[in-house]
Each structure stands twice: as C-alpha cells, then as structure tokens.
C-alpha cells in the first residue's frame, strides 16, 4: 500500500469543482473515503444523505442549506469543520476558489453520530482550563487543532473504532533534538494507531521517511526521504494485526508491545499544514516529547482511568461552548450571546489558552534553542480581551 499519495485530480462533466479521490473504502486500513475538491467555479456539492460525512473548509466560503423543514442556511470559511449525519439532506454551495476536504463512510453504520456538528476554529481555540489545554495544543514541535477527539459522536472506522480528525501544523525543525545522522526531526511511532496526513500549505523543504522493519534503538535502517507538497498525503498504514506490525516484550513490564508506523519529518524554513485521520481516536491527552519516538497513549491504558473521567467532565462544558457559538456565529446570531455565562467562559479560555502559551514561550526561551521563535507566530495573543470585545485570528 501507498505510503506517499500525491493528488490526482478529475472532474466530472458539469460539475463545478475537480475532486482528487485519496483514500477508498474498499482498500486502506481505516475503511474509509476521502475526497479533496477544489471549486473552479460557484457552484454546489450535495453529500449522499445515507451515510455520514466529515467536511472541512480548507479556503474560501460557502453555506450549507438542510433540506428539511427548517430549511437552516449556515455560513461556512475556513477554519469551520462539519460532521453531517446520515439522514438529513444538505446542500452546500461554494463560492469560486472554495477548497474541501471530505471524510465519508461507506454506508450508515459506520456513522457513529446522529446529530450535526458545527465547529469554528475561533472557539477550539478557547477550551483551556488553569494549566491544561484541551483541544488548541500548542507544543514545542507542532499546534494541533482537535476538532474531533475520541469522545465526539462522528464516524467509526472498519474495526468499529471512532476516528478522530485533527488540523496540525508542524513547525520547522531548527533547534529540535538531532537523529542519528545528525539532522533536527521530529520523531514519530504510532504503535497503537494508524494515521493519514493530508498536506495543503506547505512551506519551505518538507519531507518524511519510514523506518524499515526490524525497528532497533539505534542503526535504525530508513527508507528513502520522500518529498511533501500541498498536493500530497503520506499514510502511516501499518495497522493492527498486519504483517508489518512487530510484536516485544517490555524488559521492564513484561507486557507484550506493538510497533508500527515509526517515521521521521524534516522541515527545513516553512511549515507543513495538514489534516490528520486517526484510527483508532486519541482521546486527547498528550504524549509527545521532542526527542522521543513519541506516540499518543494507547486507548487502553487510558480509557476508564480517573485522569481521563477528570478530562471528559472538564472538557465536556467547552464543547458545549464551541459547538453553541460556532452554530450562532454560522447562522449570524452569534452577537446575541454576547454577556451570557457561554460567552464568558469562551473570554475565560482564551485568557487560560494565551496564557498557557506564553509560559511555554518563557519555558523555551530558557532552553536557549531558539524554539520560542519558530513558535511566534501560531501562539494566542496576549491582548484578545478589549472590554466586551476579542480579537480572534484563524491561523
């Protein structure tokens, strides 16, 4: 199976857009299709009603009209990010230049999810709570935008797990952790999970490589660098029970240990913007060191632990938050909640998000490896609170 997928783009006779068909259903691992269109044109895509879908905005705008009784219209621009379930019919219409990215099942179950989903990157910016960011993660190597996590009604993969679906821009390397060949990376291995990258803006030298079975601690053979672009998706598809997964015992804990989907990224002056498909779903706590072949937690290690019943019940008010304002502002009501208690933990979250943020610029800037630099310009301001009103950005 194709690790690197590059765009292949047609358009069918009077249709207003090309589409570049990326992943099918019936061949890669997550059991799932994937579309990227791109509107020449104004014009309108209607999603099959009997099955759920994922759609994100990637540039330009558009509306989304329900066919039903209501006949609902929501305003649609980058940054926002729908989940359509099987049952209602939409209509959405593109202005010309309009870019989506679509996420669909096969048939209706697997869509996990029986109720839109509206989500404006304005308000995912906005759910931090004290200490603790929960779905706008700023890191030293990456900002992860969790739109979908494991506990958000969306779709299931084949194996019946829900998927998650993330919008990262990775940062260039300068001042991270060299590998053994010397060169600044970041260092990946998902061992419990497969994930798809789709690339749209990037910036600058980009590229990944996959490490080559047997994986070793050291002397670890690669394949050959491959090249990124925004017309490109690089698949970490060794999945679970496949012939490419091997299969330890930990010394220290004497537990069985899977390892697949080991790699590596370069990003030499730029950034690579993409989206990520994951199966099965993080749950949306971090384990991501600079350095370290790092991974996201195993669902079992962590589902039904008191740190995660303590992150569900936090994180469970925020979506409430994100998903009201992201329906107001998409209808144009969105100035109506202003002064209600909504809007004011939406004020709260992005004081805690932006403040989170400047302590980790303080933090790097200690190091003295120049990270607070390359961070600069995807961090929160300080300044967002002016009286009743906020400065938002979608970055």
Not at 42 to 49: A, D, F, K, M, N
């Amino acid at each position: 199976m194709e690790k690197l997928i590059k765009n292949d783009w047609h358009c069918e006779s009077g249709e207003p857009f090309v589409r570049a068909q990326i992943l099918r259903h019936e061949t890669h691992p997550e059991g799932l299709d994937v579309d990227r269109v791109r509107f020449f044109e104004v014009g309108c895509l209607v999603p099959r009603s009997n099955v759920g879908h994922i759609i994100s905005v990637l540039r330009g705008s558009g509306k989304l009209h329900s066919a039903d009784h209501d006949r609902q219209t929501f305003q649609l621009e980058a940054g926002v990010h729908l989940y359509l379930p099987p049952g209602p019919e939409f209509i959405l219409d593109a202005e010309r230049g309009t870019e989506l990215l679509c996420v669909s099942s096969p048939s209706a179950s697997q869509a996990r999810g029986g109720k839109l989903l509206l989500r404006n990157e304005t308000f995912l910016a906005a759910c931090a709570s004290e200490s603790q960011s929960l779905r706008w993660i700023l890191t030293p190597q990456y900002l992860s935008r969790r739109v979908f996590l494991h506990h958000d009604p969306i779709l299931l993969s084949k194996s019946r797990h829900p998927v998650s679906w993330f919008r990262t821009t990775m940062f260039d390397v300068a001042g991270l952790p060299k590998n053994e060949d010397g060169q600044p990376v970041f260092k990946m291995s998902y061992n419990s999970r497969t994930e798809v990258n789709f690339c749209y803006d990037v910036k600058g030298t980009a590229r990944v490589r996959m490490a080559q079975h047997p994986y070793r601690e050291a002397k670890q053979l690669w394949g050959p660098w491959l090249l990124l672009d925004g017309e490109s998706t690089y698949h970490l598809n060794e999945a679970a029970g496949s012939p490419e997964e091997e299969c330890r015992i930990d010394e220290a804990t004497q537990t069985s240990q899977t390892l697949r989907n080991k790699h590596e990224v370069h990003i030499f002056e730029g950034h690579v913007s993409l989206f990520c498909l994951f199966d099965p779903a993080p749950a949306g706590m971090e384990r991501h060191r600079p350095g370290d072949y790092s991974d996201y937690e195993p669902l079992s290690q962590l589902l039904g632990t008191k740190p995660y019943e303590t992150y569900e019940r936090e994180i469970a008010k925020y979506d409430e938050m994100v998903d009201r304002l992201s329906l107001a502002k998409a209808k144009g009501e969105v100035n109506t909640l202003k002064g209600s208690p909504i809007w004011e933990l939406y004020l709260r979250g992005r004081e805690a998000q932006a403040a989170i943020e400047t302590e980790l610029a303080k933090k790097l800037g200690v190091e003295g490896n120049g990270r607070e630099q390359v961070l600069a310009r995807w961090m929160q301001s300080m300044d967002i609170c002016m009286g009743s009103e906020v400065v938002t950005q979608i970055v």
